[in-house]
């Protein structure tokens, strides 16, 4: 009994070792934002909200944000909706098939980014895709149909299929089936789906560096660009934006996970 208490405070102990490892350089980020400096560093003096009025004073950052909203937006709608018919096609085939499809939906999360992007960049060169909305959408829809699969194929998992039975048996066709009585029962998966396809896309850099230029200007691609330029600080106030906003969609989704197992 000792030596498994002990073992316990160990795992503990490591578990937030690991935590504050990975938090901490998070933290100096709000700091760094709040400072009275031009350059990035701590507040010499005094706290500063300077640089978060320039982001909505900067008519290239709100262009930035307006962007890469729309691209997750549009991403997303896509990614859900493919990966959700896969998930429920997958389910109702139940054969070996139907493992493999899920293991090739799985493939963008296995292969490194930058392979994918420069598989990009060759193809979608040949179909005038560069630099282009449609293209970055597409790019982030397929990338982000993963996580829809997962979470709606985890959501199917606890589905009751007496449910489907029965309402087939009261003479609904598939499609009535799959919306008044699929569809309600899985959407908390859905909706998991869709947070993790949206932060993707928000936050995704590699591939819009290899297939954009300069009609698509993402925000990732503009604190990027403001890296390798200057070092305002401005940029730490984005940061500190984004990760309170990711914070908040995770949030959601816990939010949806409990109300799923409630």
């Known amino acids: 009994m000792t030596g498994g208490y002990g073992a316990g405070r160990f795992s503990r102990g490591i578990a937030w070792a690991t935590v504050l490892y990975l938090v ?3 933290t100096i980020v709000l700091p760094v934002s709040l400072t009275d400096q031009r350059f990035l560093s701590l507040p010499q003096e005094a706290l500063s909200l300077r640089h978060y009025a320039n982001i909505f004073a900067s008519p290239a950052w709100l262009a930035a944000i307006g962007q890469s909203f729309g691209l997750a937006v549009v991403s997303t709608l896509l990614a859900v909706a493919a990966g959700t018919l896969c998930a429920i096609g997958c389910w109702r085939l139940s054969r070996r098939a139907s493992d493999l499809v899920r293991v090739l939906m799985l493939l963008p999360l ?3 980014s930058i392979v994918y992007a420069v598989g990009l960049y060759r193809w979608f060169g040949k179909l005038d895709l560069l630099d282009r909305f449609l293209g970055v959408a597409l790019a982030h829809a397929v990338t982000g149909i993963p996580y829809v699969v997962i979470t709606v194929s985890a959501a199917l998992a606890a589905f009751d299929p007496r449910l489907e039975q029965a ?4 003479g609904a066709s598939l499609g009535q089936t799959l919306r ?4 309600p029962r899985i ?8 947070i993790f396809a949206f932060i993707h896309s ?4 590699v591939m819009v560096l290899f297939i954009t230029s300069r009609q698509v200007f993402t925000l990732p691609r503009k604190m990027w660009d403001g890296i390798n330029e200057n070092l305002d600080p401005t940029m730490a106030a984005v940061a500190m934006l984004l ?5 908040g969609l995770l949030w959601l989704d816990g939010a949806l996970r409990r109300k799923r197992a409630a």
């Not at 008044?180 to 569809?183: E, R, T």
């Not at 959407?187 to 869709?194: E, H, L």
Request: charged content about 10%; glycine content about 10%.
């Open 24 to 26: 901490l350089p998070i």
């Open 110 to 112: 296995i292969i490194p």
């Open 180 to 183: 008044w009585v699929i569809l």
């Open 243 to 247: 990760v309170v906003f990711t914070l």
């Open 202 to 205: 928000w936050d995704e850099l």
């Open 167 to 170: 309402a087939r048996g009261m």
């Open 187 to 194: 959407a908390p998966g859905i909706a998991s789906g869709a």
